[in-house]
């Protein structure tokens, strides 16, 4: 290797400044410069805004590259750095993992200074950009397989105090769906390292996966929306129209609201996203593809919940999600790292 991973530019110049962070080359690929944009108005929150963590997520690096124009009028303190594409490779194969190694950049932090391209993406991030901020907006969307809402996303965190800090901000872009989403396949993301740093970490997601404008103009006012919670910026909150509803919930979502396909076939999705369904619910039908002789199988909701995400588009193979079920988040749950979230919570 020849070089360690670098700025080009003096990030804590006040002001507006670019210049890229370099991730070296290695065995496997050259050395990557991803562009970056900071803007220093002295005191105040220290924002890091990121995109095209997946390279089929390409909402958020547009997003991103909305913001590098309008944010130096806007921002009034504090230093706002944004990355809107953190894996070049990716983003120009319009593909979720890195095509040189395959590996998912979302799963392989904090990287590795001798690794393979993603883990030295991981690395650098980890390195050089993450200790620059005290919140981050990682600017994600669903994937071309599913519908799903503009959403802000966390998990739940052990810290009682970063979750209650971590919802509010989330409920903060007024996104239609705010999400509190367990699971387990969690090793390696971005989400993870920060909070373990105790810091703010929101996730953007919105689905569909095809880009439009009515969908970028809703992420876009949820991110404004959340760079006038954070002080950075003045304004107007928006409360964004999405299908027809101006209206926004905090839900939370558990492994076992992971609706999965019995049989390989063609799904077909008999509900849309954010609707409520009862226990028996029709959600879904699964068509078998094999034999025409062969029934096609009704999959129904297990208990009351608002279907949060539903399977648009593709063949699915067996055990392959097709739903995602949420409830409103109990806020006085017991479950770990929950407790603080009561109801005298300000969701303002
Ligand atoms: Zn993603």
Request: proline content about 8%; some cysteine; glycine content about 8%.
């Amino acid at each position: 290797m020849s070089e360690a991973p670098h700025l080009t530019f003096d990030v804590n110049m006040p002001g507006m400044s670019t210049g890229h962070l370099v991730v070296p080359e290695g065995a496997d690929c050259e050395a990557l410069s991803l562009p970056v944009f900071s803007l220093n108005k002295g005191e105040g929150p220290r924002l890091l805004i990121t995109g095209g963590c997946h390279g089929n997520e390409l909402e958020g690096p547009i997003v991103a590259r909305r913001l590098v124009d309008w944010l130096p009028e806007a921002q009034t303190c504090g230093r706002v750095i944004i990355v809107p594409v953190l894996n070049p490779p990716a983003v120009q194969a319009w593909s979720r993992n890195t095509p040189v190694d395959g590996l998912n950049l979302n799963r392989m932090f904090p990287g590795r200074a001798d690794g393979s391209v993603t883990e030295r993406i991981a690395d650098a991030i980890s390195r050089l950009l993450l200790p620059m901020a005290d919140t981050i907006f990682d600017l994600h969307s669903f994937g071309p397989k599913w519908d799903f809402p503009p959403a802000s996303v966390t998990h739940p965190i052990a810290d009682a105090d970063l979750m209650a800090q971590t919802v509010r901000m989330a409920e903060a872009f007024k996104f239609p769906m705010t999400l509190v989403w367990e699971y387990h396949d969690t090793p390696g993301m971005f989400d993870i390292l920060a909070q373990s740093q105790g810091k703010v970490f929101i996730c953007a997601e919105l689905g569909g996966g095809t880009v439009g404008s009515e969908a970028l103009a809703i992420y876009e006012s949820g991110v404004r929306n959340a760079l006038i919670a954070l002080g950075l910026v003045e304004g107007k909150v928006e409360h964004p129209t999405f299908r027809q509803q101006k209206s926004s919930q905090t839900l939370e979502t558990l492994p076992s609201d992971e609706l999965k396909s019995p049989a390989p076939g063609i799904f077909e999705p008999r509900c849309s996203v954010l609707d409520e369904v009862k226990h028996g619910d029709l959600i879904g039908i699964l068509h078998p593809m094999d034999w025409l002789s062969a029934s096609s199988i009704e999959i129904r909701a297990p208990i009351a919940s608002i279907v949060c995400g539903i399977r648009s588009g593709a063949h699915v193979d067996v055990n392959e999600e097709v739903a995602l079920l949420a409830r409103p988040l109990v806020r006085q749950s017991c479950r770990a790292g929950r407790h603080a979230l009561d109801d005298s919570l300000d969701r303002g």
